[in-house]
């Protein structure tokens, strides 16, 4: 795992301050590029997974081809802990209505989520959010 925290919090924040973590851990929600950025560069373990949710790279497999409508919540351990990682522990999905059929398939996916949610937009985009404690 790359261990270079001032780069990886560089991506995901825009700059390294270590004041933004309490007890050592910081949220935040990035969209999928910026994860896709993270595992290409070592800062995110493919089988990772926030207790029952599917792993890092199931998800970065599920949203092959709509990473512009995804934003995934995370959260950062700073270097300091032993757990030093990233971890995904939500996803938000936005797709418009023509990729229903995706769409269906990403919430059978991920209905079973400690919180889940779908609805319609004022634009009529599918969307969904899977939080997983």
Known sequence: MNNDIKRRD??????????RYFGGCARTDIPAKTLLKLYEEGFVNPDE???ESPTTQEFLCDISGIEDNVVFE?????????????????IQVGLPIDKRMLFLRLATKYGYADEFHIWEDDNENLRLRAWWD
Not at 10 to 19: A, L, M, Q, V
Not at 74 to 90: F, H, L, P, S
């Open 10 to 19: 560089t991506i995901i924040f825009g700059n390294y301050n270590p004041d």
């Open 49 to 51: 997974c926030q207790n």
């Open 74 to 90: 995370i959260y950062a351990i700073d270097d300091k802990r032993d757990d030093y990682r990233v971890t995904i522990e939500g």
